[in-house]
């Protein structure tokens, strides 16, 4: 007569790199055990999860299966269709109990979460569609025959191990803007809408290549307009990019093929002026699309899609653009003259002898900031004049013999005669030097004539 023995689950939770065994000791019966694997820092859910929570849950189905081993057309036994295992006061329940046969395979294969609307037929889910809103979607996990989970004989202390996968792909959007617009605008993203791709198909539990999509028939549920939206956001936008879906919001799809921009993108975002904006081009609920471009998208992978945000191209805006500059030779250098210093008069006072006494007023004219010097002679021998005159500038008087004095720009300078009572015969003249800085000596003076 064949052993019945009952199948009791006692699912372990192999977390990150280490596990954590729970046996149920029976006195009557030997427990079957089950274990499950779904890869390191993996989540199990749309948002990050790392432990089996109260209430979570997956589907298993099983055969019998003789001694022959589990291929393709092997005749067998359906003794689990879809059976809900579900985590309860620390343990993993289910109801009916079920029972195996001693000396008999079986093999079994699973997928997590449960879902009581799936279709199953020779090892293929159908049925299987993804939610509308991002917070309702699952990260769908599936275990296909494996090493530990298939051509299992019942014998002491032997486990069944779910080795779990992602089925489904994983859609990222960040976003940021080009340049820093903070000084005239500031963008927030209200919401995330992924429109344009299949939302059901069948997923095969019963394949050998792990490498292999275990995915067919994808399609959009007629009638449904499918796209998945985010709940509402409220994001602002820098040049430092940012996730828009993140957490509850991540998008989980079939994995499919994506004609060129068949699937798109549609991000709504208010643009609202700031001080040096024009509150003309406010914008409350701008849809912004960004079509995707030709892809495979496979189970088990990330595709995280990056977009930046061109406000001058969103509001139409036409900023002010430098052409690059022309270059040319530049023209030969043309000498400029700057004017020179000069002394009015230019040429000596001419005075008869008897008329020599009194004031000789000299004008210097010299470019700002010129600097120059009046200097008198040494000795009053060749210019006899020099003995009878003083020189005044800048209210302070100079003897007409062996003085200097300076100044900078134009000026007046006086020159008094005085005391000169000589009768002379030939020619008598007074004399001073100015001396301006860089330029050639110009001479000012008194010429007495002899009387007639």
């Given at each position: 007569m064949k052993k019945q023995l009952l199948i009791t689950l006692s699912l372990i939770a192999l977390l990150s790199s280490y596990s954590t065994e729970e046996e149920v000791d029976r006195p009557s019966f030997k427990a079957l055990s089950f274990e499950t694997f779904v890869g390191k820092g993996t989540p199990t859910r749309a948002v990050a999860k790392t432990d089996f929570a109260e209430g979570d849950d997956f589907g298993v189905i099983a055969y019998r299966h003789?001694?022959?081993?589990?291929?393709?057309?092997?005749?067998?036994?359906?003794?689990?269709?879809?059976?809900?295992?579900?985590?309860?006061?620390?343990?993993?329940?289910?109801?009916?109990?079920?029972y195996w046969e001693?000396?008999?395979?079986?093999?079994?294969?699973?997928?997590?979460?449960?879902?009581?609307?799936y279709l199953f037929s020779e090892g293929v889910l159908t049925g299987v569609a993804t939610a509308t809103e991002a917070s309702g979607q699952i990260d769908l996990l599936y275990s296909i025959p494996d090493t530990g989970s298939k051509n299992l004989v019942w014998e002491e202390k032997r486990k069944v191990m779910f080795n779990f996968r992602h089925a489904l792909s994983q859609i990222r959007i960040s976003a940021s803007t080009d340049r820093d617009y903070s000084g005239y605008y500031t963008v927030t993203v209200r919401g995330v809408k992924l429109t344009g791709i299949h939302n059901t198909g069948s997923l095969n539990l019963n394949t050998s290549d792990t490498g292999a999509s275990p995915w067919s028939a994808q399609t959009t549920i007629p009638g449904s307009g499918y796209a998945v939206v985010t709940g509402e956001l409220n994001i602002p936008l820098s040049t430092t990019e940012i996730l828009l879906n993140s957490d509850s919001e991540l998008f989980m799809q079939l994995p499919q093929e994506i004609p060129d921009g068949a699937a798109t993108f549609e991000i709504t975002c208010d643009i609202v002026a700031t001080e040096a904006g024009d509150a003309?081009?406010?914008?409350?609920?701008?849809?912004?699309?960004?079509?995707?471009?030709?892809?495979?998208?496979?189970?088990?992978?990330?595709?995280?899609?990056?977009?930046?945000?061109?406000?001058?191209?969103?509001?139409?805006?036409?900023?002010?653009?430098l052409e690059e500059p022309t270059v040319e030779l530049w023209e030969t250098e043309t000498e400029t003259q700057l004017p020179k210093t000069a002394i009015s008069p230019a040429k000596a006072y001419a005075k008869n002898a008897s008329e020599a006494n009194g004031s000789y007023l000299f004008t210097i004219s010299a470019p700002p900031g010129k600097k120059w010097t009046v200097r008198t002679p040494t000795l009053a021998t060749v210019y006899a004049l020099n003995a009878y005159m003083t020189l005044v500038y800048d209210g302070n008087t100079y003897p007409g013999v062996n003085s200097s004095f300076s100044g900078i720009g134009s000026g007046e300078v006086t020159v008094i005669v005085s005391g000169f009572n000589v009768a002379i015969t030939n020619v008598m003249i007074g004399l001073f030097t100015l001396i301006p800085e860089g330029e050639t000596s110009l001479g000012g003076g008194i010429r007495l004539l002899p009387d007639n």
């Open positions: 003789g001694t022959d081993p589990w291929t393709d057309g092997v005749a067998k036994e359906l003794f689990m269709d879809n059976v809900e295992v579900t985590r309860q006061g620390g343990e993993w329940v289910y109801s009916p109990a079920r001693e000396g008999i395979n079986h093999t079994f294969l699973a997928y997590s979460p449960y879902n009581a609307g003309a081009n406010n914008i409350t609920g701008k849809v912004v699309s960004v079509k995707i471009p030709m892809i495979n998208w496979e189970h088990n992978y990330i595709y995280h899609y990056r977009v930046q945000m061109n406000l001058q191209q969103i509001l139409g805006l036409k900023p002010v653009e």
